[in-house]
């Protein structure tokens, strides 16, 4: 039986399995709101440069536990140009900025973050903080149709290699 035959075979099975993490994750994110949500607050901040108002980065999150992670690890943040420009300027040249604070999953949290992103057009995001389901779609289609001729093409290598 062939990958397809046996997703069709399950796809109910897959389709519940996907439902009940999805469910797990939502009630998870809803305690983690209840319990943060005193310390500070949840939704999307950003770290503006204080001398010009340039919106330098934008995220989502737990604003204080956020705030303070960049700031003590701002030598070792993920976003690479982030981590440049505190290098560089400084800490001290930029401010923590609380855009939109709300309670919500983490969906309806990365939708609005990228709502943000789109507005303000921060300098250090690279990448989307959600996709929408076409573009999601069209993600997917684009990275099977890489997966797939670059199988092809190995297996093409594998036969020429063979001696005749």
């Known amino acids: 039986m062939d990958r397809k035959a ?8 897959y389709a519940a399995k996907r439902k009940a993490a999805y ?11 209840k319990a943060y949500h005193e310390k500070g607050g949840i ?11 340039t ?3 934008v995220g989502s999150g737990y604003f204080e536990q956020r705030k303070k992670m960049q700031i003590a690890l701002h030598t070792t943040t993920t976003n690479k140009k982030l981590q440049a420009l505190f290098k560089e300027n400084g800490i001290d040249r930029y401010e923590f900025v ?16 990228q709502y943000w992103i789109n507005k303000l057009k921060p300098i250090c995001n690279k990448f989307k903080a959600t996709r929408t389901p076409e573009e999601a779609k069209i993600y997917r289609n684009k990275k099977w149709m890489e997966l797939y001729y ?5 297996q093409k ?3 020429q290699r063979i001696p005749s």
């Open 157 to 159: 290598e594998g036969l």
């Open 150 to 154: 670059k199988k092809k093409n190995e």
């Open 43 to 53: 939704g999307v901040y950003a770290w503006k440069d204080k001398n010009d108002g």
């Open 55 to 57: 919106v330098i980065y």
């Open 6 to 13: 046996y997703y069709l075979k399950n796809k109910e099975k």
């Open 23 to 33: 469910e797990a994750n939502k009630e998870q994110e809803a305690l983690y709101a």
């Open 98 to 113: 609380k855009i939109e604070e709300f309670d919500g999953d983490i969906k309806e949290r990365k939708t609005k973050e």
